[in-house]
């Protein structure tokens, strides 16, 4: 049996109230009825009397009736409980207890005097339940009188604004109000006043912090029951956050929008989702036309296996950067492009489908094209000069050669003739020809990769003494060869190398004062010989010193006005990189130049 024991229930209340008459003998008998009791219930007394009174209650047996009157002298007591009516109906049912007695005090029975509270349970019920959701909204609800003042407060606000219920109830709503905006709550409080609702107006409030919220509000007029407006009640959505998100949103909108470059999404079955101006352009098909289309639409017959690489790797969640490939526009024309295609996921982190960029590279590749065909021009002009080099120093070293015989004839004829200087004079230009035609033609072999090597094993000192005391002797600048006891054996090929110290030497003569010295000597250095070369000279500058070794290259400056060709050190440096050798200079303008020259030793 449940009665509970009453809590809501003061002692002030009118007992007149209690309307219900129901009396039962200790055994439950019920022996009065009166006719509220059977308005409420539905029973006639004569349906009722003499029945147990258990059968006026929800679900219970009534066994001890004795429970409600343990304590007759004091207070009666109240209880609350659910009781059910004739059809069944159930009813919130609030009495109290009292003894019945006989005149010798002995207890008889009980009396219920009870009072229908369905309807206020009912509206408390729902009164609780508004409150809970009240109190659980993520919106602020807050109420207010029609002179602002605020008269609830819920959870929300409180997280939203940062006053408290205590902090916040009894204060003038202007609390939160910036004061731009406070004529705004005059224009609200005139609309609520003739009883009209504001629906969803975006405005700015303020937060305790000073914090400016982005709010919608929602706001209606409370009445009492008699329908008078009494108050305000507002519900205040922050959608500072939305906000953001919708800006980002719509930005992001944009920067696709006007993108040069074509950004379609698709799904994973290939499904185009969306398509931006810069996609219709590229490919003819408007938006509408595309979307909802298989992305096949713009690839190529021959190409369709590419689309199945692409989505296999989105699946696995890849990106693909910057693929070159072609796909097709409406009208059926071609389109280089280079595709960046990256996995689109959701808020889960799934994988839906995949966002393409696609760029037109067509100029590109054109350009690229373009330029490979100017480079093999070139490069063919290259060949057809160096051909052309090659083929008219051969045709001009016969002739010479023919001269300088002829010359060396003359000169013997006319040894005593003192017009015999005019012939010496000729052979000397001769010579300077010949070199000349010599070292193009090599320039031409290097060029076309045919630049013969004899290798053969020497003594690289003893080559640099037969050097300077046959080659230079007719120079006038001191040569000092530091002399070695040493053997530097090379595996090289002598002409050359020769080649290359000759050059070298003849620039030193060349580029300084006539009597100037020049220093040569060498060392082992690991696995190599290191030659050195200096002359005190007009020098190189800084800037110069890595170029002289490339072809036709000469120094501007003063060191223009010696004739030069700018062949030399390039055919030197061409010969000792075959050698497996290091060739490099060091230089002070004005003060001399040293060139070195490394080549592996053969044995030491
Ligand atoms: P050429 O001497 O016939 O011009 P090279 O290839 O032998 O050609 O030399 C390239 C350039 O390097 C020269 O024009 C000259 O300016 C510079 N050069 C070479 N050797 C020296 C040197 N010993 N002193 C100063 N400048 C030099």
Request: with cysteine; aromatic share 8%; glycine share 6%.
């Amino acid at each position: 049996m449940k009665f509970e024991k009453s809590e809501n229930l003061t002692n002030t209340e009118d007992i007149s109230d209690f309307d219900v008459l129901i009396s039962f003998r200790m055994d439950g008998t019920i022996f009065n009825w009166n006719s509220v009791a059977e308005r409420l219930f539905g029973y006639a007394p004569i349906e009722v009397v003499g029945q147990n009174v258990s059968m006026i209650f929800q679900k219970t047996y009534f066994d001890n009736p004795a429970a409600f009157i343990k304590d007759p002298d004091c207070e009666p007591v109240r209880y609350e409980t659910v009781c059910k009516t004739k059809s069944g109906k159930k009813i919130n049912l609030l009495f109290q207890a009292f003894a019945v007695k006989d005149e010798l005090e002995i207890i008889q029975g009980v009396s219920l005097m009870g009072k229908d509270i369905t309807a206020e349970k009912k509206a408390d019920e729902k009164q609780a339940m508004l409150a809970s959701i009240v109190s659980s909204s993520d919106d602020a609800i807050i109420s207010k009188t029609l002179n602002g003042i605020i008269t609830s407060w819920n959870k929300a606000a409180t997280e939203i604004f940062g006053y408290t219920e205590k902090e916040a109830i009894g204060r003038s709503i202007s609390i939160i109000i910036p004061e731009e905006s406070l004529d705004e709550e005059e224009l609200i409080l005139e609309n609520i006043r003739r009883g009209e609702k504001i629906d969803h107006f975006e405005t700015i409030r303020r937060a305790k912090d000073g914090t400016e919220k982005l709010v919608s509000l929602t706001i209606s007029p409370v009445r009492n029951k008699h329908g008078k407006i009494i108050g305000v009640s507002k519900i205040v959505q922050d959608i500072s956050a939305k906000a953001i998100h919708e800006e980002r949103r719509s930005r992001l909108a944009a920067i696709v929008t006007s993108s040069d470059d074509a950004i379609i999404s698709k799904t994973l079955d290939g499904i185009i989702t969306t398509w931006n101006q810069a996609a219709t352009r590229m490919f003819g098909y408007t938006e509408e036309e595309a979307i909802g289309k298989h992305i096949s639409l713009i690839i190529p017959k021959d190409r369709m296996d590419e689309e199945a690489n692409i989505i296999n790797n989105i699946r696995l969640g890849n990106k693909i950067d910057h693929f070159e490939t072609i796909r097709v526009a409406k009208d059926g024309s071609e389109r280089q492009l280079s595709i960046t295609v990256s996995p689109i996921r959701n808020s889960k982190g799934k994988i839906i489908g995949a966002s393409k960029i696609a760029r037109d590279i067509s100029m590109r590749v054109e350009a690229e094209n373009k330029q490979k065909l100017y480079t093999q021009r070139l490069q063919d002009l290259n060949d057809y000069k160096d051909e052309f080099m090659a083929m008219a120093s051969h045709e001009l070293k016969t002739p010479l050669t023919v001269i300088m015989a002829n010359l060396q004839i003359l000169q013997e004829i006319m040894s005593a003739d003192p017009r015999v200087k005019f012939v010496s004079k000729s052979m000397k230009q001769v010579n300077k020809l010949n070199e000349l035609i010599f070292k193009i033609l090599d320039v031409s072999k290097i060029h076309a990769g045919k630049l013969k090597f004899e290798f053969s094993d020497f003594d690289l000192y003893q080559l640099l003494k037969e050097i300077t005391e046959h080659t230079l002797k007719s120079t006038s600048h001191p040569v000092h060869l530091e002399k070695q006891d040493e053997r530097f054996w090379v595996k090289a090929d002598k002409e050359k190398i020769e080649q290359v110290i000759v050059n070298i030497l003849s620039n030193a003569v060349k580029y300084s004062d006539s009597n100037e010295d020049i220093f040569i000597d060498l060392k082992h250095d690991g696995e190599n010989i290191v030659v050195r070369i200096a002359d005190k000279g007009i020098g190189i500058p800084q800037s110069d010193l890595e170029n002289v070794f490339q072809r036709f290259y000469r120094v501007s400056g003063p060191a223009s006005s010696f004739s030069g060709s700018g062949i030399g050190l390039y055919i030197s440096a061409e010969i000792i990189k075959s050698h497996g050798g290091k060739i490099w200079a060091e230089s002070q303008l004005g003060k001399g130049s040293v060139f070195y020259f490394s080549i592996p030793a053969s044995r030491s």
